[in-house]
């Protein structure tokens, strides 16, 4: 059931919103169906979608991606 990776990082303000809202229209599910799949608050995925991404903690972002059939996947990378 899983529908490939989700692959985030540390964009503009603006364009993370977006990031996130797409792949959420992408499995045509509302914030509600998220929040119930991973088990979380509603409130966490207003949050999720307004980039609070950048403070939440990884397990609760990973229930978020999955719950919409998708896989975290984190990178590390020298800084430039």
């Known amino acids: 059931?899983?529908?490939?990776k989700a692959y985030f990082s540390v964009q503009p303000k603006n364009e993370y919103w977006m990031?996130?809202?797409?792949l959420?229209?992408?499995?045509?599910m509302t914030k509600a169906d998220v929040a119930r799949?991973?088990?979380v608050n509603i409130k966490t995925i207003d949050k999720f979608e307004a980039n609070g991404a950048e403070r939440m903690v990884v397990g609760t972002l990973r229930k978020i991606v999955e719950a919409m059939?998708?896989?975290l996947v984190l990178t590390i990378k020298d800084k430039e």
């Open 37 to 39: 799949a991973a088990g």
């Open 19 to 22: 990031a996130s809202v797409q």
């Open 1 to 4: 059931m899983s529908k490939g």
């Open 69 to 71: 059939g998708y896989e």
């Open 24 to 28: 959420r229209a992408t499995t045509g």
